[in-house]
């Protein structure tokens, strides 16, 4: 299975880009990159996910390196309703390895 | 609809005792986890089920069983109660063919062993 590598915490200023790294070295070509956020003890909540090109939707952007090694989430204004674990996680195509496994996250605290 | 539904929300238990943690979904998804959580260890899966009458084991199995009798439902159960057992349980679900494949968590079950 592909694992994750995240930092495990990250300091942001209200108002100001958050960039969350994501390790994946050990990733195949056809799996995908999705990201979650947990805020509180909240159940983890879908933010974005991608392939090979990079993504925008209304929460974040997601940006991959073309080796596809590593990827970076952005949030383009962050506040503090952001503050949350953000976790980045390898899910492989349909009809391979149905486990889904997840790292420690990365603990961003969003400050004002 | 309900979405993910996990029951009950706060349980207390003693050393040796048993439960049962129902996982309810009404989105039709094929595929059900069961996910806990302890402070600073994130999430960590348990068992998974990929369809009616099939599970499977996760990264931290032991001590639990799960049955999937029904497509809608996801059954966790804790045979004997240990307090290493003490954690917040989330189950997920996930339609791998349809949307965005993401999964869909329920709201977490708190336990605790005495």
């Known amino acids: 299975d592909a694992k994750t590598t995240q930092p495990p915490s990250m300091d942001c200023a209200e108002g100001r880009a958050a960039n969350l790294p994501c390790n994946h070295s050990?990733?195949?070509?056809?799996?995908?990159v999705y990201w979650y956020r947990q805020i509180h003890s909240q159940g983890p909540q879908y933010i974005i996910h991608?392939?090979?090109n990079n993504e925008t939707n209304e929460m974040a952007s997601l940006i991959i390196t073309e080796d596809r090694k590593s990827s970076t989430l952005i949030l383009p204004h962050a506040t503090l309703r952001d503050t949350a674990v953000y976790y980045c996680?390898?899910?492989?195509?349909?009809?391979?390895?149905?486990?889904?496994?997840f790292g420690k996250g990365t603990l961003l605290t969003v400050n004002p | 609809n309900a979405g993910v539904t996990q029951t009950p929300k706060f349980r207390v238990l003693k050393t040796g005792q048993s439960m049962t943690l129902l996982c309810a979904q009404d989105?039709?998804?094929?595929?059900m986890y069961w996910y806990r959580q302890d402070p600073g260890m994130g999430l960590r899966l348990i068992h998974y089920?990929?369809?009616?009458?099939t599970t499977a084991k996760g990264e931290v199995p032991d001590g639990y069983n799960v049955s999937r009798l029904k497509k809608q439902n996801f059954l966790l159960g804790l045979e004997s109660a240990a307090p290493s057992q003490t954690s917040v349980y989330f189950c997920?679900?996930?339609?791998w063919g349809r949307g965005t494949g993401e999964l869909f968590f329920g709201e977490g079950s708190r336990l605790t062993v005495l």
């Open positions: 996680i390898v899910r492989p195509p349909r009809g391979s390895n149905y486990k889904l496994t």
């Open positions: 050990t990733i195949s070509g056809n799996e995908y």
């Open positions: 991608g392939l090979k």
């Open positions: 989105m039709n998804h094929e595929y």
């Open positions: 089920s990929v369809g009616e009458g």
């Open positions: 997920a679900t996930l339609s």
